[in-house]
């Protein structure tokens, strides 16, 4: 099941910013693993921003709701996640509405 995960700092945590670089470091080094090993299709910084985005392989809703909770800055983030279908399931679709509405269109000509 593919995701669109979007996540954007609320505010800066209360604590030392070392620790904070720390804990961010950990979550881009997580979230290179999971490219890494083929769970996420593609994972970025949003430049100017302190947020990120990822498309993410997961197996089920459970599995996506564990991985992002792991992540050390979970808390600290506002998040985004909208389940996606693929092209080709896309496609599938547009050609199925395309006939129907061609067979709705011939019907209403025959009247």
Do not use: C
């Given at each position: 099941?593919?995701y669109f995960v979007r996540a954007?700092?609320?505010?800066?945590?209360?604590?030392?910013?070392?620790?904070?670089?720390?804990?961010?470091?950990?979550?881009?080094?997580?979230?290179?693993?999971?490219?890494?090993?083929?769970?996420?299709?593609?994972?970025?910084?949003?430049?100017?921003?302190?947020?990120?985005?990822?498309?993410?392989?997961?197996?089920?809703?459970?599995?996506?709701?564990?991985?992002?909770?792991?992540?050390?800055?979970?808390?600290?983030?506002?998040?985004?996640?909208?389940?996606?279908?693929s092209a080709e399931r896309a496609?599938?679709?547009?050609?199925w509405a395309t006939a129907a509405?061609?067979?709705?269109?011939?019907?209403?000509?025959?009247?």
């Amino acid at each position: 099941m593919l995701y669109f995960v979007r996540a954007e700092l609320r505010e800066l945590p209360p604590m030392p910013r070392e620790q904070w670089a720390g804990m961010v470091a950990a979550t881009w080094e997580m979230l290179a693993q999971l490219e890494r090993t083929g769970k996420a299709r593609g994972v970025g910084a949003m430049i100017g921003r302190q947020a990120g985005v990822a498309i993410l392989d997961m197996d089920s809703h459970d599995e996506l709701a564990e991985v992002m909770q792991r992540l050390p800055v979970y808390a600290f983030l506002n998040w985004e996640v909208v389940p996606l279908t693929s092209a080709e399931r896309a496609l599938e679709s547009a050609r199925w509405a395309t006939a129907a509405l061609a067979r709705r269109q011939e019907a209403g000509s025959r009247n």
